[in-house]
């Protein structure tokens, strides 16, 4: 079996190697630009230590790991032109360093870039990976629709939201994982316990970003801290405050959030103030641990010894013990 | 075989059974709309038309139609929103009747909806329908990147203008046609040979709507005359006048076109009296029949009767007949 870091060394030779340099290059210069922005390539590393799992040969798992990888970056490229996003990872995004346009047209060819990778798969596993990633990329598409409506609603539920995050960013990440098992021609149960243990992890993984706004240390979280304060974000953070808060409670945590004429940090401070009293992190870290033991006891259904499953339990375990 | 008039109620069929009912509708309600707006479904019966030269099963091809029909009304929404055009067949564009973000979300759920349809293929085609799909949709992109970056330069030539033409609009005609030769077990010299006459057809098609836009009878146009005159859109018209005019000609016509302060009507009016001296709309109408000519040798390559390929020799001719 590979290690994490030979994993990770394989990806991003093969992100390297993606060839953007034919014309037009105006639509390929952003793609190129938007994959050159880094990131842990978290994705495209689950599929192939997925296939890793059963000694299949990784080359076989690149071209989806490089679709998944291209399809995440065209979701986040067209996520920052409908949040009007100035900066990603510290540089511009695409539609303030090129236009609008560029961004959408570059975007959309980078969708369907990922799907032309998959012409790399196995022929024998092409039908299913296509169902596969064609659902799980309509099912992203759902969740950015239901994270827009949330926007203008004041009643969303907590179950509302865990469902948003679930098709927004988890099916992802749990897609990730099953297609590098599929690939592996492994059992069908241990695709689904894959997908269920990445499923998790990705909800366990966004519990952890919610609560990091609040409570993150800026300087390793790489983020400024409050940003979904600011922008009113229904966060489980917020959620869990208007769920816990008495009516008092509630209507000043309403007058904070629609104060727009008090400078960011007080808004900041007063909403954190009122999570400190409602002790809203205790239960966004709790409904992030009991993802992370969903995660875990997925992971056990995967039939396979311990030492086997090692990599993608300590993976689970670290995402959950960043930057505190 | 069947008639232009049954495939067409087939596809229409197929198109109202398309299921958008399920939830979140904020996403799916536009692409029904997009849908519902109508149009003639050129290339999904064109799929049907060429797998019905085989007497293969035309529902064995419904779902690379509706695929192709999806794929298309994806391209016309974003590129709506490139355009900042207000209007499709009459009615308010998503953007206009929803918003911007929605017309982006909406678009990239279609897009992805068209691949998901794929999935009805029979196993047998699936690699080669999904890589010649594939190739169609990111040809179609560069084509669209072509035809924004021509509107900043003063120096496009004829033969870069067929070529982002080609891309942007005659492939996904060609690959109507092809596919639909693949998924009826056709011979592949057959299906190349379609792909030809397609890619023809397609071309003449964009030469006959450039020459509608400025000789074309409003009243059974369906579009007002001068629409790109208006916006000086590079056509085969606007760079055939550049091509044949002599100095004081080019500053005359770069003169009405940069000319912010005349009535819609007198720039209109002026540069189509520059187009009659010229004698441009002949030439737009000789290219016109020389690529319909091209298409009808691709289709002589079929080896299918005369008769089998009257429908399609047909269907091209009147295709170039409209609205005169």
Request: proline share 0%.
């Given at each position: 079996m590979h290690t994490l870091t030979e994993i990770q060394q394989i990806v991003a030779s093969a992100i390297d190697k993606l060839d953007w340099s034919l014309p037009p290059h105006g639509l390929y210069e952003p793609i190129e630009y938007t994959l050159r922005l880094?990131?842990?390539?978290l994705r495209p590393c689950l599929t192939l230590m997925a296939a890793d799992l059963y000694d299949a040969p990784l080359e076989s798992a690149i071209p989806a790991a490089m679709a998944l990888e291209i399809f995440h970056n065209f979701t986040l490229l067209h996520d920052d032109v409908m949040d009007h996003a100035d900066v990603r990872r510290g540089q511009p995004t695409v539609h303030r360093r090129w236009n609008e346009n560029t961004a959408i047209l570059s975007g959309d060819t980078m969708s369907l870039c990922a799907f032309r990778q998959l012409d790399g798969i196995a022929e024998r596993h092409l039908k299913e990976v296509l169902r596969r990633f064609s659902d799980m990329s309509i099912q992203i598409c759902e969740g950015q629709q239901y994270d827009m409506d949330f926007e203008t609603r004041s009643d969303v539920s907590i179950d509302e939201y865990m469902e948003m995050i679930r098709l927004k960013t988890a099916v992802l990440i749990a897609s990730a994982l099953q297609i590098g098992a599929v690939l592996a021609d492994a059992p069908g149960s241990d695709a689904d316990a894959l997908y269920d243990f990445g499923l998790h992890v990705g909800l366990a993984f966004q519990l952890k970003d919610d609560y990091l706004d609040v409570y993150g240390n800026p300087a390793t979280f790489g983020k400024a801290i409050g940003g979904d304060i600011l922008c009113n974000k229904k966060t489980f953070m917020l959620l869990t405050a208007f769920r816990l808060a008495d009516a008092p409670g509630r209507e000043a945590l309403l007058r904070l959030l629609n104060d727009n004429n008090s400078r960011p940090q007080e808004k900041i401070q007063g909403v954190t103030q009122i999570y400190d009293n409602l002790n809203v992190g205790r239960h966004c870290i709790d409904a992030m641990e009991q993802h992370l033991r969903q995660a875990l006891d997925s992971l056990e259904r995967v039939q396979l010894p311990a030492e086997r499953l090692a990599p993608l339990r300590d993976l689970a375990n670290r995402l959950m013990q960043r930057d505190k």
């Open positions: 880094g990131g842990k390539r």
